[in-house]
Nanobody
Framework: QVQLVESRGGLVQAGGSLRLSCAVS????????MGWYSQTPGKQRELVAT???????NYADSVKGRFTISRDNAKNTVYLQMNSLKPEDTAVYYC??????????????WGQGTQVTVSS
């Protein structure tokens, strides 16, 4: 099976930085795209950033220029470097991956979520 283990988030002042990581244990699955999503109470989960297995990235407009997603394929780990944090970045951040079975079936997997709080 596939399990995603996220690093702990935290409390940071506005303008500060935080780095999240998510390690994927994958058994026989092939890890494809990886990404980070955020969710605040009463709202739907939203895309923050994604990265393909080849390294192509996509960002939400609200984080472009401030956040950087990267991955280490050898370690099956995805990172989110968050700089110039704003109070509106406060959310629970979820790691996500598409994992493909040897038979070619693709499943979605989510991490447990980690709270990031940015104080003003």
């Amino acid at each position: 099976q596939v399990q995603l283990v996220e690093s702990r988030g935290g409390l940071v002042q506005a303008g500060g930085s935080l780095r999240l990581s998510c390690a994927v244990s994958r058994s026989r699955f092939n890890i494809r795209a990886m990404g980070w999503y955020s969710q605040t109470p009463g709202k739907q989960r939203e895309l923050v950033a994604t990265i393909t297995s080849g390294g192509s990235t996509n960002y939400a407009d609200s984080v472009k220029g401030r956040f950087t997603i990267s991955r280490d394929n050898a370690k099956n780990t995805v990172y989110l470097q968050m700089n110039s944090l704003k109070p509106e970045d406060t959310a629970v951040y979820y790691c996500h991956t598409d994992a493909e079975t040897p038979g070619g079936i693709v499943y979605n997997y989510w991490g447990q979520g980690t709270q990031v709080t940015v104080s003003s």
